[in-house]
């Protein structure tokens, strides 16, 4: 299956450790898989998948508020109604880290996604295993 992981971190650092290992686990089970860095790329090639992980960190601990880079790559990747996808947000605090998942999949599904899996990643090792679990 063709996996596009979007990586969207709350500032424009690269992308993070947590995401590189949420991928390495999804090609460990034969996918193949492509990440796109919400903060440089565009999303004109998100149609051409099968499946679209996105992986965001809230912008604060208070609020739950997504990175404006994700609306950004989500709403230019026209023709991503009905996609399959996944929402994966990294654990950075101990308040409203259910607003923040809920936030990330309202922006998704806001742009047709069917969002059918969400999880909170604790850190690289457990995104791998995440990885691991896709199409399983």
């Known amino acids: 299956m063709r996996i596009a992981v979007i990586s969207a971190p709350k500032s424009r650092n690269g992308v993070p450790e947590y995401v590189k290992s949420l991928a390495k686990g999804m090609e460990s089970m034969g996918h193949r898989v492509d990440v ?9 090639r998100l149609p051409g998948y099968e499946y679209i992980a996105v992986c965001a960190e809230a912008v604060k601990a ?3 508020k997504m990175p404006e880079a994700l609306s950004k ?4 990747g026209s023709g991503l109604v009905g996609k399959k996808s996944a929402a994966f947000l990294k654990k950075t605090g101990p308040f409203f880290i259910t607003k923040a998942l809920w936030n990330l999949m309202k922006a998704m599904e806001k742009e ?3 969002v059918n899996w969400s999880e909170i990643i604790l850190n690289a090792a457990h995104a791998e295993a995440l990885g691991k679990r896709i199409g399983a």
Not at 36 to 43: L, M, P, Q
Not at 73 to 76: D, E, G, I, N, T
């Open 36 to 44: 796109i860095d919400a903060w440089t790329e565009d999303g004109f």
């Open 62 to 64: 208070w609020g739950g």
């Open 73 to 76: 790559v989500l709403s230019a």
């Open 112 to 114: 047709g996604m069917m």
